[in-house]
């Protein structure tokens, strides 16, 4: 279809600068890759990000801030991501992010067979080798 209602007019790539955030304080950032991709209000991203020094994150409600775009501000409009290899925190085969409606990153939620938790124990240093995540922004 060629109707420029259905013309593609809102395309956009680049990085930003993932952060590691716990309600107790950041740690000592070592490396932090961020990519993006955003078509219309639709956006993904990944990225890798280690760490070498937590702070005081330990057992503390954790988020990956910095995120380029916030999410969409929409009643139960969450959106869930991924981890790839991660070492450093607890329960690390476990963990998932969910992105809530108007932030800006997704917290790092840890799975059990019935219930979650957005605390997580961080060690003094660690790695999310590779992380995704698509939601809605506005």
């Not at 932090?32 to 219309?40: D, E």
């Not at 990956?64 to 085969?93: D, K, L």
């Not at 019935?114 to 124990?121: D, M, V």
């Amino acid at each position: 279809d060629t109707a420029s209602a259905n013309a593609l007019d809102d395309y956009e790539e680049g990085t930003f600068t993932p952060r590691l955030q716990g309600s107790g304080g950041q740690p000592t950032h070592q490396t932090q890759s961020g990519y993006y991709t955003k078509i219309g209000n639709v956006v993904t991203c990944t990225g890798t990000y280690r760490w070498s020094g937590n702070g005081s994150n330990a057992n503390t409600t954790t988020k990956i801030e910095g995120f380029p775009f916030v999410a969409a501000n929409v009643s139960n409009n969450r959106a869930a991501g991924s981890m790839g290899a991660v070492n450093g925190i607890a329960q690390g085969s476990t963990l998932r992010l969910v992105m809530d409606p108007g932030h800006a990153g997704p917290y790092i939620i840890q799975q059990n067979s019935n219930n979650y938790s957005h605390n997580n124990s961080i060690s003094a240093s660690g790695d999310i080798y590779g992380f995704s995540i698509t939601y809605r922004t506005s």
